[in-house]
């Protein structure tokens, strides 16, 4: 009888045969059982890309590395739920979620961002290159003319602003649509951030150079993740990275 065979009896024929057969099974599966019994944390996000984006390769974007690395001896486990913009700021708006990428109308008691990187994101306007710096002294100075916006938000906060100062919004879905608007002269403006604008015009193609990011800026907010603390699972994300500190790196 071979090796082979002998275990195969032993296993089969021996109540112990089934006691080690299940130790050595045991010992197989206990990390991914361990992995398994980390708590869900639902993290919203809109497709935002370097940021934030859909499943590539198992990589969702820079800021969900950031959390993931902030979690990452933690009992949670990251679960990225990527929307288009108007699902996002509706299930916001519900108040039933735990974690976002995607910011609420206001911070409160219960609705808290924590950073996760020192630098922050600066958000403003880009333009095809002119002479002179892009910037102005009161928004209304580009009253008149149209700007590529995220249609789900253009009602509020930025969207508002730019709207009260007399600028048209022309809605998009996303900020590389606003881009490629800007590209081919259907805009004036689109907004962006300094970071991802520079990407996406690579990605399609131009030269950076022909663009100019505004001095003026609307925000500069830190790369955080909002947690509703209503949430058990956002509860326990807000113990742990507030014992971290702010700019997680």
């Known amino acids: 009888m071979n090796i082979n065979n002998q275990w195969t009896f032993n296993t089969m024929g021996h109540p112990m045969g089934y006691v080690a057969a299940f130790i050595c099974l045991g010992a197989l599966i206990a990390p991914s059982a361990l992995v398994a019994a980390k708590a869900e944390l639902k993290v919203i996000a809109i497709d935002y890309p370097p940021f934030t984006t859909e499943n590539i390769e198992g990589d969702n974007g820079i800021a969900f590395r950031l959390l993931q690395q902030a979690l990452s001896d933690s009992e949670l486990r990251v679960n990225p739920d990527i929307y288009s913009t108007a699902r996002a700021h509706k299930l916001i708006r519900t108040g039933h979620w735990c974690a976002s990428f995607y910011p609420p109308k206001e911070a409160s008691e219960q609705l808290v961002n924590i950073p996760l990187a020192e630098q922050p994101i600066k958000l403003g306007l880009y333009r095809k290159r002119q002479e002179g710096p892009f910037r102005w002294d009161d928004l209304r100075e580009l009253s008149g003319s149209q700007?590529?916006?995220?249609?789900?938000?253009?009602?509020?906060?930025?969207?508002?602003?730019?709207?009260?100062?007399?600028?048209?919004?022309?809605?998009?879905e996303s900020v590389r649509q606003g881009l490629q608007l800007l590209a081919k002269g259907r805009v004036d403006y689109a907004f962006a951030d300094n970071v991802s604008g520079a990407i996406i015009l690579n990605e399609l193609g131009l030269d950076t150079n022909d663009y100019q990011f505004s001095q003026n800026l609307f925000r500069a907010l830190p790369m955080g993740i909002w947690l509703n603390l209503s949430c058990e699972q956002a509860l326990k994300a807000h113990q742990v990275l507030t014992q971290r500190g702010q700019g997680i790196q």
């Open 147 to 172: 700007v590529a916006y995220l249609r789900a938000v253009a009602r509020d906060g930025i969207g508002l602003d730019m709207t009260n100062a007399g600028l048209v919004i022309f809605n998009v």
